[in-house]
Structure formats: C-alpha cells, structure tokens
C-alpha cells in the first residue's frame, strides 16, 4: 500500500523551540524535512513531520520563547496552578479573545482595542485593564499559549525583588564561619554560634585598622563607623536553608543522614481535515472483565469523527457515563499520532493526529459541558454545541455506534444484546470473559482493518457511489496544516484528578498505590520540608492524578514550583500498567469481598483458643516431668540403700519404649501417669513420706544422679 500524506507543520523563520530539552531555531523547509539551528552547538537538525509529532507527544518538542531572557523560566506549569491564578488566567484571556476578534479586525492600535477591552470591563462589571497591560496578555498568548494554555498569563509574584547578593565578601565569609561552628557541634544552638560571626567581623576590623575601615564603603559600615555585622535573624536564615541531609550529616553522623534522608521502595510490581468533528458517547453492549476475573462492567466509548473523511480520529474509554476522564483521553489519542505497534495484527495505519479547530458536541454529554467548555479554552478550539433531542445533525457518528455495535460487540462472549426483547431471542448466552485490553485489541483492528476500509458511500467526489475513509484522508490530508501540537501534560493538567497528601519515607500512598521515586529525595531533604514525627506536623503537597493512567503521579514542589513525576513502586509496577482509576475502584472492592469470605472469624477465634489450651498444656507437662524424673531417681536411691540385694528388672513396657511422641496429641490430653512398676512399688511402701503417684521405671545410679539429687533435697528442704 502507497504511503498516505501526513499533516505537514508550519514554522515561522528563526522561531525559537525546544527539541529533546535543547533550544533551537527553524530555518527552512527542505523537501520532506525541516532544518532546525541548535543554538548551543550550532549543529543543524533535520526532521519530518511525523517525526515532530512523535516527539511532541512525548514533551519533547514545543515551541521556545520570543525573548528567553524576559519569558525563560517564569512560566508557571499548568499542574501549579492555583484556583485563584486560574481565576485571573481566565480573566485575562477573556480580554485576548475580545481584541482578537475585535470587529475591524486585531492590530496593535489603541484606537481598535480600547472599545474591545471597555466592552468586556463593563461585562464584568469591573474597571479596564490598560492598553499597553492587555498587549502584554496578547503576546503571552501567542508566544507561550500554544504550549502552556491560559497558565502563561500566570502572576510570578515569587520572582519579584533582585536576585543578587546584598553582603559584602567579608559578610558573607563571616556567616559562613558560624555556620561551620553551628553545625560541627551537635549541641551548638544557632544563638551561640551567632558569636563566631561577630569575632569574626571584629577581627576584620582590629586587622584593617581603623584607618582602613574609614575608608571602606558606607554601605558595609554602622552608625559608628564600624564594619557592620549582619544580623541576627539573617544568620538564621542561612542556617535554615541548610539542606537536611548536611545538617544532619554534620550534627549527628553520616549513618543517620542517610537512614533520616533516604526513600524507600517497595519490591516486586472538515474539507480540510480536523476543520471539522464531533464528538459523542455510547454504552457499549457488552460486559467486560479484569484480567483477575472481577467483572468491569459496560465500557462506555468516547469517539471523535472528522467530518470530511470519516474518519475516526479518536476513541476513549471509561465506565462512567459520561466519562470527562474518557473524553480527555479520545481527544488526546484524535491530537498526537497513534501507535499500534501493542496491536501487530493491525497492518492498515491509523495516520490522524493535528489540533481540532471546531468540535462538534452533542447534548448528552451536558454533565460534563463546563469541563469541555475549559479544555476548548486551554486547547484553543471552537465549541459548537447541537440542538438537543436532534441525533439527525450528527446522523454518521451515531450510525458508527450502531454498526460497531452489530458488527462487532453483539458477536463477542459477554454480549448483553440491544434490549430485553432480544434477549428473549437466545436461551443462553455467553458468559463475559473479554478482558478490557483484549476487547482494546478487536476495537483496534475493527476500527483499523474494516471501518476506514469499507466503502462509506456517503464520501467521495458523487455521494451515493462512496468512498473509504482511507482512501479519503489519503485525498485530503495533503491540505491539512497543524500548528504545533500541546504539551501531553496539558491533558494532565484538565482530567487529573488533585489531592494534598503527605511524603512518608516508603513514598506518597494513594488509594492502596505507593508511587516512590529518586525526586521525593529532592523534596524531603529541603529546609522547608516538615515531617510530623520531628517537626510536630507534616508538610501537605499538591498531588495530581491522571484517572486514565495510574502508573504515575505529579508533585508540585511547592518549595521551587517544579513538577516531578513519581512512578508508582516497583511492587506495584505490573499492577498499575494501562490501569484506570474506575479499574482500580473494582478491583478494590472484589479484593476486599475476597478477603471478607476466606474464613469465617468465629471459625478463627476458635482455632486460636485451642492452640493457647495446647501451648499452655505444654508448659505444665514440662514442669510436671521435670519434678517426676527427680522423685523418681531420690525413691530408686532409697530402693537401693534398703534392699541391697535386689535386682532391678527393666521396664518392659511397650508404650514407654516408643521412640515417638506425638507432642499437640500429648499436650492436648489430659496428663495421666503410669501405674508404678514393682520395684517403684516397694520402694513406694517403703518410704510413706514419698508421694504415691509416680510412671517412670527404675534406672541405675550415677554421679550425676547423685548431683541432681542432692540440689532436689536443698530446694525442697527434705531431711
């Protein structure tokens, strides 16, 4: 098969990018390629379009700053985002849209704006911005909108004040000899220490002489005239900003910073196409279980369809309806390219992937119209809504559901069929055996393999004599150009799903999932970092969650403003692979039912009851055969004194012969003693202070027999 036209990028000359963390110009277009400048090494770099876009939907690829000396480094990710900036972020692009689209048309004139920016003032009831304030939010959007959403017009009110040193060197060489003092004594308290760095700053001064001081500049003097010493509160600033680990290093040891700072794991774990589409969902007929065997439910299918091929550029799946969650995933799977290569029965490409520009949304996703309402925003396409109770306006999407659900669905095991009335039809159906990820694969190659290859008459240049939507992206696809492609973390940043939780050593814990990485080290040795078994209470961070994926997480360092991705431990690596949080929710509640009904807790307390009898059965037979063995050998000493001359006969009795004892039977039965032999007998008359109940045969003497004894008649004070 001839290799299908790809969307091709549009580059402005000498615009800034990044490629794989490096920052670049474009230059040209050659034939297939684009040639792109490495500023650092001057060494060019050629890529295709679909090499852009595979490296755009890894992060690796987005567009680069006009002036980085004014944007570099005080964009604010979308993850650290606050509800209030986010407020503000909104506000400003509401006055961008309006100058954008201002009836004469966007220039930079204060003639033209002004009317656009009093109009959306008086909206909202509140004073206009400036003119030359809303020029700045325009530029904002233009050059960092595309990859950061509205969170480039974020207020970096933290990267205010200078960033240079106030101290003089002689300052700064003092405050580091007290910090030497604070911290190679274990006990020195930070007041104490404080002293080293007034010596120090007076020993500089009887050094340089008064002369000298005079004549220094009067910035690094006092009232006086004398060098100035920085301040207390300074000091200990410079002490707390000592990182954890050096301070404990120093103060306590290298064994205890290391066991106090490390972290832990947890072992084996349109024409044009994108012009134009719709979006709607439909509940699958079919039943679909966990690969542990718990039953999923009905997945619910989130499709995207271009209207000017046909072809379906986009799915997602979920399980609530309707799902957010599930709608962010099919319009990030319709935006980046597709891999298939999870699916190597599938030979026919899926090439779809460009930036939707009008999307078309029907009514029945109305639970989540706010959420989709701000995705357009962040995502800058056009939302057109359709009439309800009017499936005709969308007739080819909602056909699409019908087929793939005759075509496909009805024919699979775990089919619940389209209504009652037909399940009437069949005495007997299947039972749902149909793993998601299975169920994944035939929709793969369903959609792949005979949707986008079978005849669809209503395309082509005659309707009615038809065309493949193939066949019709391979016409029209050639026309389509797509601005750079979003940032993946974007679709994070609109479906995660957030929480403030705490860093324990063993990682961050989230609804049974451990998520551990080398960056909590980073956080947890910081200064500011609060534990709660040491500093009285725990330091709370802003955890995001993607609910389609729970392999991995998002921190915001709220001490520098990073974002680091935590994946989840090693125990939990398998688990988490392609699991969803519906997924996870299930198959929590089926691990519980199955540790409910293993074993009855009566059944249990009754088994524990019966050991402790057993173990304490134990005991007391130890204690008994001990004192038994003595008495025995003090009666058979007695025996042999009295009757010199008799013979002592052994035991000829088979069960005290036996060489094994069944202990948990032994113990369990209740102690019995064996009827005394003859010669235990006599001697058992002979002597009537001796007790009368004894089992054991008699057995000749020796030293330390006659050891034992004589501690027996000690301890029991026997004459």
Known sequence: MSTLPVPRFEFDEGQP???NGSECLFERRIGERHQFLDIASKEP???????????????????????????????????????????QNLRKHEY???????????????KRLEPAIAAVAKQRDEKAPHFTTVLAWIVE????????????????????????????????????????????QPKMTMLLAYAKVVSTMRAYERKLGKSVVSQLDQTILDDEGRLRIPS????????????????????????????????????????IPYEHVEVDHCTLDLLVVHEQGAILGRPDLVAFRDRATGMIIGIGLG????????????????TFPKDLSPYPSVTNPWPCYGRIRNLYVDNALHFIGDSIKAAGKELKFNLVKFRPREPWLKGALERFFGTINTGLVHMLPGTTLQNILERRKIEELDEPCLTLREFKALLHFWICEIYHAQNNKGLGLIPGIGLSPLTAWGDKAKDLRTPPLPSPDLFTALAGEVKYKTIQNDGIAWDHIKYEGAALSKILTNPKHRNRGRDGGATFYKVVRNPSDLSKIFIVNKHTNEIEEIPAAEAYRKYTSGLTAFQHDVMRAHARAQRDG?????????????????????????????MYRRLARYLDAEERRRIPSQIALPNSDAAAAAEHIDVVAEAAAPV????????????????????????????????????????????KNWK
Not at 96 to 110: E, I, M
Not at 256 to 267: E, K, P, S
Not at 319 to 334: C, Q, T
Not at 686 to 711: H, R, Y
């Open 141 to 184: 959007s233009q050059t960092l909108g595309d990859q950061f959403g509205t969170a480039a017009h974020t207020d970096r009110f933290d990267l205010r004040g200078p960033r240079v040193p106030k101290l003089a060197a002689i300052h700064e060489h003092a405050l580091e000899r007290g910090i030497k003092r604070w911290l190679l």
């Open 96 to 110: 961008v849209v309006a100058c954008l689209q201002a009836p004469a048309g966007f220039a930079r004139s204060r």
């Open 232 to 271: 207390l509160s300074t000091f200990q600033r410079r002490c707390n900003a000592i990182d954890r680990y050096t301070r404990d290093l120093h103060k306590i040891g290298p064994r205890h910073a290391a066991l106090a700072n490390r972290t832990y794991t947890t072992r084996e774990k349109p024409d």
């Open 598 to 626: 293993a074993i009855s807790v009566e059944k249990l307390m009754a088994v524990k009851d019966r050991l402790s009898d057993i173990i304490a059965a134990l005991l007391r037979g130890k204690q008994r055969r001990v």
């Open 319 to 334: 399980f609530e309806v309707p799902s957010y969650a599930s709608f962010l995933e099919g319009l990030r799977h319709a």
């Open 672 to 715: 019995e003693l064996k009827q005394p032999s003859s010669t235990a007998a006599s001697a058992e008359a002979a002597s009537s202070s001796a007790p009368t109940l004894l089992g054991f045969a008699p057995f000749e003497q020796d030293d330390e027999d006659d050891a034992l004894f004589d501690q027996l008649k000690s301890e």
């Open 17 to 19: 990018l990044f490629i």
């Open 45 to 87: 770099h050629f890529l295709t379009d679909t090499e852009v876009a595979a490296l755009a939907a890894e992060g690796q690829f987005h567009p680069g700053f006009e002036d980085p000396r004014k944007h570099s480094g005080r964009v604010l990710h979308p993850f650290a985002v606050t509800d209030e900036q986010k407020v």
